[in-house]
């Protein structure tokens, strides 16, 4: 995680406190850009910026910002699930999705963890402040690209609804975290030291989760999450290497 280095800009004129943000990616050069071209934008303090969710979290819990940017398809601790734990640690910090990844699906489950807004990642620096400053006071804001393909309203509406709870929804947040590692090759063992638990716990959660999803094997989770994009490969070629090499993980 890198903090903020004082450079004596970020303050607006007037002398009103700028909006704290915190910038979360798994991709350098794109964490990178971002804050050069927040820093440049006299109403904005760019906190810290961290490479995956659970950095996330943890920098929320000292910093307080008062808006995260937070990428959807990152590893160890997904976006969405992110989102979730971070509005759960500190209500007061918005969280605006930017994400290179839009589906009906995924726009919904950010609204079911507390996002409040979503912005595509092609969308230029005056929406992405427009954005942050919108939310920061207390308001909802969706990328105007969005209006093109999805009806917001409706998706806010099928979020809300508690009947429309997917199988994802019967998750514990540790489940959910359990389950991305799966998908992402990781061993039993190597989810264990992940989350500092025992391997006799990861296998109960790796059961339970099983049981709620109705799957029969590992390559049915990692399936799963492919499909519900919880863990996204570059290409299908590599998704069927991964696939085709999980008797090798030693993990059934």
Known sequence: MSTNRSTG???????????RVLVVDDHAVIRQGLRMLLEAHPGIEVVADCENGREALLAVERLRPDVVLMDVVMPGLNGIEATRQVRRASASTKVVILSGFVDEEQITGAIRAGASGYLVKNSDVSELILAIQTVHRGNQYYSAA???????????????RPERKSSLDT???????????????????????????????????????????KARSR????????KRGIVKLESVDEAERSLS????????
């Not at 590692?181 to 061993?187: D, F, K, P, Y």
């Open 245 to 252: 090499n999980l008797g090798g993980t030693g993990d059934s």
């Open 9 to 19: 800009r970020g303050s607006p004129a007037g002398g009103s406190r700028p909006v």
């Open 219 to 226: 390559t049915d989770l990692i399936r799963y999450a492919l």
């Open 146 to 160: 969005l209006s093109e393909g999805f009806d917001i309203a409706e998706l806010q509406l099928q979020a809300r």
């Open 171 to 213: 998750l514990t947040p540790r489940e959910r975290e359990v389950l991305q590692l799966i998908a992402e090759g990781r061993t039993n063992q190597q989810i264990a030291d992940e989350l500092v638990v025992s391997v006799k716990t990861v296998e109960a959660h790796k059961a339970h989760i099983m049981e709620k999803l």
